[in-house]
């Protein structure tokens, strides 16, 4: 295994998040034209297993987010997007689901679920949930009929294939331990495919029969009333069922084999008009294709498929040896401009398939922790697209430092370490990759104060604390007006009273500086300048502007901004 492939699936896995689209009135030829609610959205991640145990058993729950919701509504979000609640047997966190239509035992109950939406709702933030329809848990009772026997109703609500016809050609899992996405089931003497664990068969959306009811499903939960859907992996749902011979190698690209093949585009225009044209609902897909155009494709809105997607390019650039912020500056200024007149994207550093964002772009060193936070909040909060924060992000967390396998949890690096041990590959280096990439960095409970468990949980967490908790935690920070938590509610309000920061024109500023990340923001007469230095050196910077009538409206430095001499990881916001 010459790539952690489980993991660099991960982090290139496009994510589109589906946003209730009504009627979707203009093309958006100025970005001013097609003001809609889920652009002016700030999204707030919550992760269910790790933000707040109300009953003690180590697992967040939805009662403790309940008890929460002043806090989320403190930091001035504007919607939630809840990773999966439904019911599941968890082997992948609930990405493997086992009733659409019920909760995870672990989560609380329908009554919890509502009791959720309403105290939301009343606090004026939206909700999106994830749908997780590339594919179903094993224990779904579709799969447990399909499995059976061959002329089961629900044969073809997934992918097999019957051992008489010989083995099929081989696709690549993402989570397997053997990475081979065909698992024989003696029942019936036939494959079934799995791009993700063999827990994780892949649903069949040739079939009409599966389509119908995923739009029942969803139909469920937007009548009561939920705001959005973030569609998780969608973009592999359509396959050539013929299953043809990809080129040898082909799994260290397989987005280009398994992503946007023909037939996609089809089930979302049905899903849309089926389900999103009928309610007040945003969409959102994890992944964006390919290309531009792929990403066009599904998210322009007269072909009424998503609103909104989001693409890897950017999270992907962070790598344990550094990045190069050119290419970061490069990265997210290519994608801003092939969305500037049509489309619309997502802004994201992290979410639950990331490592911390502060240990990955910038630095968790305590000496420079809190501004790398700040800088990169400020980042997020001032580009055009709609943000994306994921919880935990607002206070700086950081990585875990796990040193030993027994400390994860992670179903795919789990097995990916177990298949390392079976073809003798390099355990050190492996642990040395996961400490700085593995998703359990971005999982670890959430740090509410300094107390046991930093009042996470009563019970023992189902992942361990980051140790740090201690000294980063939201009780600290209510109490320090210059904390990163205030900081980010500054960001917030800022990006809520400027429209300019949603739809103004994006403009790089000192383009070739290596460590300065710089542009302008400009709409109706409004500009903005948002410097950042991404480096803990200080860096010299050409605004390209006379800066000395320049409104300073936020900075992470006492005493506001230096100008044209950064300090390390300086971020500052000025009013031109
Ligand atoms: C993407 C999700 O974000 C990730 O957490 C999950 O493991 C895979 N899809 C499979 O559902």
């Given at each position: 295994m010459k790539k952690n492939r489980s993991l660099l699936l991960l982090l290139t896995l496009p994510v589109l998040i589906s946003c209730n689209t009504g009627e979707q009135k203009k093309t958006n030829t100025d970005t001013a034209a097609g003001r809609e609610w889920w652009k002016e959205a700030i999204v707030y991640q919550v992760y269910p297993r790790s933000f707040k145990d109300s009953d003690g058993d180590g697992i967040g729950d939805l009662k403790g987010i309940i008890s929460k919701l002043d806090y989320i509504k403190s930091l001035g979000v504007t919607a939630v997007w809840l990773n999966p609640i439904y019911s599941s047997p968890n082997d992948d966190n609930g990405y493997d689901v086992s009733d659409y239509r019920d909760i995870m035992k672990d989560f609380g109950t329908m009554q919890d679920f509502d009791a959720l939406l309403k105290g939301l709702h009343e606090r004026n933030i939206k909700l999106v949930m994830d749908l997780v329809v590339n594919h179903s848990s094993d224990e779904h009772e579709w799969f447990k009929q399909s499995r059976s026997s061959r002329t089961s109703p629900y044969r073809n609500y997934y992918h097999w294939w019957d051992a008489e016809r010989g083995k099929p050609n081989y696709r690549y899992s993402l989570f397997d331990i053997n990475h081979d996405a065909w698992k024989y089931d003696s029942t019936t003497n036939a494959y079934y495919l799995h791009y993700f664990s063999r827990k994780q068969p892949d649903l069949n959306w040739e079939n009409p029969a599966l389509r119908k009811e995923v739009y029942g499903i969803m139909k469920f939960w937007a009548d009561k009333g939920i705001d959005g859907f973030r569609l998780d992996a969608f973009q592999f749902t359509a396959k050539d069922t013929s299953f043809p011979a990809f080129p040898k190698g082909f799994e260290n690209d397989f987005v280009k084999y398994y992503?946007?093949?023909?037939?996609?585009?089809?089930?979302?225009?049905?899903?849309?008009?089926?389900?999103?044209?009928?309610?007040?609902?945003?969409?959102?897909?994890?992944?964006?294709?390919?290309?531009?155009?792929?990403?066009?494709?599904?998210?322009?809105?007269?072909?009424?498929?998503?609103?909104?997607?989001?693409?890897?390019?950017?999270?992907?650039?962070?790598?344990?040896?550094?990045?190069?912020?050119?290419?970061?500056?490069?990265?997210?200024?290519?994608?801003?401009?092939?969305?500037?007149?049509?489309?619309?994207?997502?802004?994201?550093?992290?979410?639950?398939?990331?490592?911390?964002?502060?240990?990955?772009?910038?630095?968790?060193?305590?000496?420079?922790?809190?501004?790398?936070?700040?800088?990169?909040?400020?980042?997020?909060?001032?580009?055009?697209?709609?943000?994306?924060?994921?919880?935990?992000?607002?206070?700086?967390?950081?990585?875990?430092?796990?040193?030993?396998?027994?400390?994860?949890?992670?179903?795919?690096?789990?097995?990916?370490y177990k298949h390392l041990q079976q073809t003798g590959g390099d355990i050190p280096k492996f642990l040395k990759q996961i400490q700085f990439s593995c998703r359990d960095n971005g999982r670890t409970p959430f740090q509410w104060d300094s107390s046991k468990n930093a009042g996470f949980s009563t019970g023992l967490p189902w992942l361990q604390l980051n140790p740090n908790y201690r000294d980063i935690n939201v009780a600290v920070q209510e109490k320090d007006e210059k904390s990163v938590l205030n900081y980010f509610r500054r960001m917030t309000k800022l990006r809520k009273e400027n429209p300019a920061l949603v739809y103004g024109a994006y403009q790089l500023v000192d383009k070739n500086n290596p460590s300065v990340y710089a542009y302008t923001r400009e709409w109706q007469g409004k500009k903005f300048l948002v410097v950042l230095n991404f480096t803990s050196k200080a860096a010299a910077f050409d605004p390209a502007a006379d800066l000395s009538k320049a409104k300073t409206l936020i900075s992470n430095y006492p005493g506001g901004s230096a100008a044209k001499q950064l300090r390390p990881y300086e971020a500052v916001v000025y009013q031109l």
């Open positions: 992503a946007m093949v023909p037939g996609l585009h089809n089930y979302l225009q049905e899903m849309n008009k089926e389900v999103f044209s009928k309610y007040n609902v945003m969409s959102v897909a994890e992944g964006a294709g390919n290309s531009f155009r792929d990403a066009h494709e599904l998210v322009d809105a007269s072909r009424k498929e998503l609103n909104m997607a989001y693409a890897f390019d950017g999270v992907d650039i962070a790598k344990p040896e550094g990045y190069s912020i050119r290419r970061l500056k490069e990265v997210f200024s290519r994608w801003d401009s092939a969305f500037a007149q049509n489309g619309w994207l997502s802004i994201f550093l992290a979410n639950h398939d990331q490592a911390r964002m502060v240990s990955r772009f910038a630095s968790d060193v305590p000496q420079f922790r809190e501004l790398s936070a700040k800088m990169l909040n400020t980042f997020i909060l001032s580009m055009r697209g709609t943000p994306y924060c994921y919880n935990g992000d607002e206070l700086g967390m950081t990585n875990a430092g796990f040193t030993r396998i027994e400390q994860y949890r992670d179903m795919p690096t789990l097995n990916e």
